[in-house]
């Protein structure tokens, strides 16, 4: 009883109450312990006027449904108001904005004739590769404008790699180690943007629409 009771830790500063959360037993013994002293214990703290409450929840990870239990839980003490859920720990998704963050290079420019610009990770080119210009990445390459020079996507071996345009008319594409020049899939200009991938060692040119199905984790990232 004595270690159940410790599982949360109620604290008062001038701001209101803390819950600290233990990181370390089962949410289901965090949730009733959490439980037991709302509606048990800790009556001359949990009564009176409105508080405002933050939740502390260390290293443990809480998904928004499990913080919504929390939270029930300690409304049902009516003069309590959830302020802030804190903790230690991020999100897939946060941790996917980071990793994006980091390895994500974003580029105003126009590649001109005679240049050859390389880039680690992926690379959004606001502008346009003219002929005779080369871009190569260690990842995908997604160009807002006219790819109308060499691009380089997967350097280093990503056979995952894409390379996208809003206006693919490329004198040559290099995923990885497999190379395509022009046929007839980009000799004619369209308006719709389009992005060439691998699949079993061929290289495949599909409308933008079709990356969710082809490269879902891609089609995830630049959402």
Not at 83 to 90: E, R
Not at 125 to 130: E, F, K, S, W
Not at 151 to 157: E, F, I, K, L, R
Not at 201 to 206: D, T
Request: charged residues 25%; contains cysteine; negative net charge.
């Amino acid at each position: 009883m004595t270690a159940s009771k410790n599982k949360v830790i109620i604290k008062g500063t001038k701001d209101g109450l803390v819950f600290l959360m233990d990181d370390t037993c089962s949410f289901e013994e965090l949730l009733s312990d959490l439980r037991e002293k709302i509606e048990h214990s800790h009556q001359q703290i949990l009564s009176g006027p409105l508080i405002r409450v933050s939740i502390k929840l260390g290293k443990r990870y809480c998904s928004p449904e499990q913080q919504e239990q929390l939270t029930e839980v300690i409304r049902q003490q009516g003069n309590l108001v959830i302020h802030t859920i804190d903790a230690d720990v991020i999100s897939k998704e946060e941790a996917l904005a980071e990793r994006l963050k980091s390895s994500f290079t974003v580029e105003v420019r126009n590649v001109r004739s005679g240049q050859v610009i390389d880039y680690d990770g992926d690379l959004l080119l606001l502008g346009d590769v003219n002929p005779g210009g080369a871009i190569k990445c260690t990842g995908s390459i997604f160009v807002l404008g006219h790819l109308r020079g060499v691009a380089h996507a997967g350097v280093g071996g990503d056979k995952q790699a894409i390379i996208a345009s809003a206006s693919l008319q490329p004198t040559q594409l290099r995923i990885a180690d497999t190379i395509s020049r022009p046929g007839e899939e980009w000799a004619v200009s369209t308006t719709t943007t389009e992005f060439a991938y691998l699949e079993d060692g061929k290289m495949i040119v599909a409308k933008m629409n079709h990356l969710p199905r082809v490269r879902p984790e891609l089609g995830e990232k630049k959402a």
